[in-house]
Each structure stands twice: as C-alpha cells, then as structure tokens.
C-alpha cells in the first residue's frame, strides 16, 4: 500500500514520480526550507489563537517543535486576519486520514465546519508561500473532505473550499470559494487510486516549486535551463508600477535566498575537500590578505632604516572626534555629508506622512 499525505496530493496527482524520488532525498536527510518554516509557524499560531491563547508577545520567539522559525509581528497580524473570519464553531487542525486497499492518505485539515442544517461542509486552508493557489480542485482539500466523510459518515451535500493565502501575489488575501454541490467523493478517491496505480512519471510546472526532489530531478533541470533562457530576456517597458514594486520585492528575497543556499553550498563543498572527498572542478587555494609591514616596524624606524619619510599624519574621523570628547554640536557644526548619488530603498508611506507634520517616530 501506496502512503501519501494530502499535501502532497497537488504535485504527485501531476507528477507520479515525485513520491519516490521525494522520499529518497529524505533518506538522505533534505532539509526545511525557509518558507517551509514560516508556514509551520504561521500554522501554529492561528491554531493557537483560535484555542484562545495570547499571541501578541511572541514576537521573535520560535515555537516549539522540529522545522519552526521565529515569530514575527506580520505573521500574527496575518493570523488575526485569518481566524477573525472561521465560524467558531468549526474545528481547526481536523485529522482526515483515510484509507483503500491501495494508498494511505495521511491528513490534518487546517480548519473544517459541518453546517448540519444544509450538509456543507467548509473547508479553509492556510498558504504562507507566495504564488497565488486556487482552491478549484484543491486535491489536499479535496482528500480532507472524503477523509471527513469517511470518518464521520456525514453527508457532504456542498463542499466549500476557499484558501487563505496573505504574502501572495495580486488580490485579495482570501481565494473566492469554489463550491461544488454534492461533490464527487467517491470518484476523487477513484482518481487518487488510479494515479497510485499507474507507472510513476515526472512532470515539471508550477508544482516543482518545494518538491523536495528538486535539487536533483532532471526533468526540472531541464526545464530550470529553459527558464534561464527566458529570464536572461531584458526587461518589459509595459510593466505597471505595482508589477514593477512586486518583482523588486521578490527579487530582493532571491537574491538572499539564493546568497544563503550558494554560501551553504561553499561551505559543503569546503568541508569535503578538506576531509579528502572530491568536488569535480573545484580545489581549496590559500587565500592571502594585503601586504603589512612585520610586527615592530612602525613609521619611525621604518623612516630611519630606508632613508625615506614613511610617516602618515592624518585627523580621526568625526566618530572618533565624539568618542575623544568633542560635543555633538561642534562636530555637526564643523562636518559635512556629500551625497554620492541615489540608491533604491522601500518607502513607509506612514513614516513619511510623519515627518511632514513633524511626529517623532519611536
Ligand atoms: S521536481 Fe518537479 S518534475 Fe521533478 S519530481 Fe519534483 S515535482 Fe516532479
């Protein structure tokens, strides 16, 4: 028997082949990526302010748990949003798990309410990552309502699925629902049947994105060299000030993202070349720092060995000019700042309106 879980239904009901190859990088011990971390965090907090507990101080702490990152004040923003708007009388990391004779669907929905008066069954879901999901034939929602059905024996005479999804690009920070009356229980599981029976195939797309296979599958590396391609493209003259605004922001976090997993990649591949491992094409070099003279040569003796005058005079800098006793007045008095030309950086509209009307920022 085939065991899946239901969030990993989106990806392996396209690409059949990521189960396996998934389970073989964590065989070799992959680690949680950072948006990964975020979303569990997240996750934990809504849970807990929906139980009712108090969020707001936990600011920089990170939960505890295995793959969890620290607080920060966007994400329980983000969860106040998020359960202000859930029934109250729904319940929030529901177990779905499910089972056939074939596959074992292991699942937690985020949040679920049965309304017993018409049969419908609400299922909302949590997305921390930043492309925009629809919750139109969402296969882990999809699998949370026949775990429902098959765990409570209640009727689902309407399905309501919506997702939650507030970093995303563009619009809203809820989905519009996708209903679906008297939703096709039985053939949905059919389907994840099927696919668990079929021969195991890799398709690339927009599913790739945290496979965990995906630093090694070669279907993606051959569509990752395509995309290279294109993104070497210039510019587009038609983009909108907004589109403009999001691509900066994302492509900020790439390059940190992308400097982080280069310098960890560094840093492996130096630890296995000092224990004797080869890095095809790679080697350590020594790495020299500038030319200084050897200890105990200071200007003077150095002037009077060579016959040449090899003192520097100078002036401290107006930090040091502070720290030796200079009042701040006289220093702000006596320096100046020239501009060396202008740089990019994110404005806070709120910061600014404030120092029109002259408010202190804290
Ligand atoms: S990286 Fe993409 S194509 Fe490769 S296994 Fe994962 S989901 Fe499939």
Same mark, same amino acid.
């Given at each position: 028997m085939m065991r899946l879980t239901a969030d990993e239904l989106s990806r392996f009901m396209i690409c059949s082949g990521s189960h396996q190859l998934q389970r073989t990088v964590e065989s070799a011990g992959g680690e949680v990526g950072t948006v990964t971390m975020e979303g569990r965090t997240f996750h934990w907090l809504a849970e807990a302010l929906f139980k009712g507990h108090d969020i707001d101080s936990l600011v920089g702490v990170?939960?505890?748990?295995?793959?969890?990152?620290?607080?920060t004040q966007e994400m329980i923003d983000h969860a106040y949003e998020y359960v202000t708007m859930l029934h109250h009388d729904g319940m929030v990391e529901q177990e779905t798990s499910w089972q056939t004779?074939? !596959?074992?669907?292991?699942?937690?929905? #985020?949040?679920?309410?049965?309304?017993?008066?018409?049969?419908?069954?609400?299922?909302? #879901?949590?997305?921390?990552?930043?492309?925009?999901?629809?919750?139109?034939?969402?296969?882990?929602?999809?699998?949370?309502?026949?775990?429902?059905a098959a765990r409570t024996g209640l009727? !689902?005479?309407?399905?309501?699925?919506?997702? %939650?999804?507030?970093?995303?690009?563009?619009?809203?920070?809820?989905?519009?629902?996708?209903?679906? #009356?008297h939703p096709p229980l039985r053939s949905w599981q059919l389907m994840i049947e099927n696919q668990v029976t079929a021969q195991p195939e890799t398709r690339a797309g927009l599913h790739c994105v945290y496979c965990k296979a995906a630093a090694t599958c070669a279907t993606l590396g051959q569509s990752v060299a395509l995309a290279t391609d294109m993104v070497a493209e210039p510019y587009h003259e038609v983009m909108s000030g907004q589109e403009l605004a999001w691509q900066l922001k994302l492509t900020e976090r790439l390059e940190k993202l992308v400097d982080a997993r280069r310098k960890a990649l560094v840093e492996m591949a130096t630890?296995?070349?000092?224990?004797?491992?080869?890095?095809?094409? %790679?080697?350590?070099?020594?790495?020299?720092?500038?030319?200084?003279?050897?200890?105990g040569y200071d200007g003077e003796l150095l002037t009077a060995a060579l016959g040449v005058d090899l003192t520097k005079k100078g002036v401290v800098t107006p930090a040091e000019a502070e720290r030796r006793g200079v009042s701040k007045e006289m220093v702000a008095a006596l320096t100046q700042r020239a501009v060396t030309g202008s740089k990019l950086a994110e404005i806070d509209p709120n910061v600014e309106v404030a120092k029109i009307f002259g408010e202190k920022q804290p």
């Open positions: 990170t939960p505890p748990g295995e793959g969890l990152a620290a607080v004779e074939t !596959v074992y669907v292991g699942g937690r929905a #985020d949040y679920m309410w049965y309304e017993h008066a018409t049969g419908t069954l609400t299922v909302a #879901d949590a997305k921390y990552g930043y492309r925009r999901v629809s919750p139109v034939m969402h296969w882990p929602m999809m699998s949370h309502a026949i775990g429902f009727a !689902v005479k309407r399905l309501h699925a919506l997702i %939650f999804q507030p970093r995303a690009y563009g619009g809203e920070m809820w989905s519009d629902p996708w209903v679906v #009356d630890h296995r070349i000092k224990s004797g491992q080869v890095v095809q094409g %790679f080697g350590l070099k020594t790495q020299l720092a500038n030319r200084s003279w050897l200890p």
